[in-house]
């Protein structure tokens, strides 16, 4: 992911320092131990850029995930600056009675330029998949009563050299592109993406480019649980998977925290590590995602 245009933005630091929401008893709430859970295992496996074994190893853990599931391994061999680099999307189906699909994603991947660092990617790409798989397990075994759920995990997010419209978001452009070709984007009642939010100094902006009504439904979700301070208190444009989607003319809506660490020092950097992530980031992403997904059911 990559800011175009970083706004300058007056940022209420005081905010993230006062006391949590009032967390009702009655209150169901989604089990973010157990997608930090996940993402430990997941990063304990090491980087995972493309090409490197490790990459194999996130693989064969995904896999392993989603046995029993409808999962789909979908292989594609994307041109980069370092030549042609065989990638892989894994797409997991969750049916629903009504007719259409809601795709929730993020990227699995680590960063190739970075390596020589040992970055492991905690928060980007770690967290989320985690995040992803603790969603499976609320939707495993029954059937849901809204649209199907497709889970995806995306392949070769990150720039292989530097960031262009041709050298990123590899894993996106590819799926886009074929759903295009055979017509699953039709299906398509609405694209989430999330993308760094396991940050435990959570602040998730407003991406400029996502589509008006889908961050109408993910604030009124997130003012559901009192999580509002979270979400959206600054704007800013930023390039990541959801494009080539946009791009197609499917809802689609980036939710993600581009303010890791002070100044930003955790981001692409060897910082980005698990303790850097908390339980209670992920409790409330899965929170707002859940009933994101029960308000585009009923829309
Ligand atoms: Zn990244």
Redesign the pocket.
């Known amino acids: 992911?990559f800011t175009a245009l970083r706004r300058a933005v007056l940022r209420l630091l005081v905010l993230a320092s006062v006391a949590a929401p009032q967390v009702s008893l009655a209150q169901q709430h989604f089990n973010g131990a157990k997608a930090l859970e996940y993402a430990r295992q997941f990063v304990a496996l090491g980087p995972r850029w493309p090409t490197n074994p490790g990459h194999l190893k996130a693989e064969e853990f995904l896999r392993k995930q989603f046995l029993h599931d409808q999962l789909e391994e979908d292989t594609f061999t994307a041109n980069t600056p370092i030549g042609p680099v065989a990638m892989r999307n894994f797409i997991v189906r969750f049916p629903g009675k009504k007719p259409g699909v809601i795709v929730l994603s993020t990227h699995y991947e680590t960063?190739y330029p970075l390596r020589n660092i040992g970055f492991v990617g905690a928060n980007?790409g770690g967290s989320t998949t985690g995040l992803l798989l603790a969603i499976a397990d609320q939707l495993r075994g029954k059937t849901l009563d809204g649209y199907s759920i497709w889970l995806v995990f995306f392949d070769g997010e990150?720039a292989i050299q530097t960031w262009s419209q041709s050298d990123s978001t590899y894993g996106s452009r590819h799926l886009a592109a074929k759903w295009g070709r055979d017509g699953t984007l039709g299906k398509i009642k609405a694209f989430l993406l999330a993308d760094m939010i396991g940050d435990k100094d959570l602040d998730i902006q407003r991406e400029s480019q996502s589509t008006d009504w889908l961050v109408d439904l993910v604030r009124q979700a997130a003012h559901k649980f009192g999580y509002d301070r979270y979400f959206f208190q600054t704007e800013e444009s930023v390039e990541d998977d959801h494009l080539a989607f946009l791009a197609r003319g499917v809802p689609s809506i980036d939710v993600i925290d581009l303010d890791y660490g002070p100044h930003n020092s955790y981001h692409?950097t060897a910082q980005d590590t698990m303790d850097k992530i908390s339980v209670r980031s992920l409790t409330i992403d899965g929170d707002v995602f859940m009933e994101t997904i029960r308000l585009i059911d009923q829309r």
């Open positions: 992911m960063n980007d990150e692409h």
